[in-house]
C-alpha cells in the first residue's frame, strides 16, 4: 500500500471508530473482493459466502475498537473472515448430511491436473467438498495452519485434521480427473 493509501484507510477507519455509516459502506466496497474471496473457499455456495461475509463485516464494525494499528488491516480482516467461517460450519455442522463411503473415500492416483484448471474451476470443487473436508483444506493449503492450530480452531483431533486433509485432496484429485475427462469428451464431440 502506498502511502495516501494508508492515509485513506486510516481516516476510514478513525471514522469507522466513531460508527459513521458512510466510512462503514466505503469499507466494505474497498474490502468486499478480498474478503469475499476468503469465505468462497469456506463456503458451499455464494450464497453461503455471501452470509459469512456479511457476519464477518459485523463483527469487523463492532469489533474494529480491538483493532491493532501496528499490525495490517487487512490481516486482521481476513482472520475475522475466517473465524466467521469456521463458526458458520461449526454452528451448520448438525445440518450437513454425511456422505456414503464411496464418495467419501475415492480411490488414490498420483494423476495431477491442478495446474491445467483456472481458479473459479477449482474453487467450485472445493466447495462440493464436505464443509468438514473444506475446512481443513482451506486452513492447511490456503491459509498455512498447521494440524494441531487447525485441530485447536475445529475441536477435533490433529489426526482427524490430517484424514480429513488427506481425503479432500483424494476427492480433489477425483473430481479433477473427472471434469478433465468430460472435457477431452466434449473436444470430440
Known amino acids: 500500500m502506498s502511502g495516501t493509501e494508508n492515509k ?61 494499528p501496528q499490525k ?10 475466517i473465524n466467521t467461517a469456521l463458526d458458520n460450519y461449526r454452528h451448520n455442522l448438525k445440518y450437513y448430511h454425511l456422505q456414503g463411503l ?13 495446474q491445467q484448471i483456472n481458479y473459479e474451476h477449482l474453487i467450485l470443487l472445493v466447495q462440493l467438498l464436505s464443509p468438514a473436508y473444506r475446512a481443513v483444506f482451506n486452513l492447511y493449503v490456503i491459509d498455512g495452519y498447521t494440524h494441531e492450530e487447525i485441530a ?8 482427524t485434521s490430517k484424514s480429513n486433509l488427506a481425503k479432500a485432496r483424494a476427492n480433489l484429485r477425483e473430481a479433477l480427473k473427472k471434469s478433465s475427462v468430460g472435457d477431452e469428451r466434449k473436444q470430440y464431440v
Open 8 to 68: 485513506e484507510l486510516d481516516e476510514l477507519l478513525r471514522r469507522c471508530l466513531k460508527e459513521d455509516r458512510e466510512a462503514q459502506r466505503m469499507l466494505y466496497k474497498q474490502l468486499f473482493g478480498y474478503a469475499m474471496s476468503i469465505c468462497v473457499r469456506y463456503s458451499k455456495n455464494s450464497e453461503e459466502a455471501k452470509e459469512v461475509l456479511n457476519d464477518g463485516f459485523m463483527k469487523v464494525f463492532t469489533k474494529i475498537k480491538q483493532y491493532d
Open 72 to 81: 495490517p488491516f487487512k490481516g486482521w480482516v481476513r482472520r475475522i473472515m
Open 102 to 114: 464411496e464418495a467419501a473415500e475415492p480411490e488414490s492416483d498420483p494423476f495431477d491436473v491442478v
Open 152 to 159: 485447536e480452531m475445529l475441536g477435533i483431533a490433529v489426526g
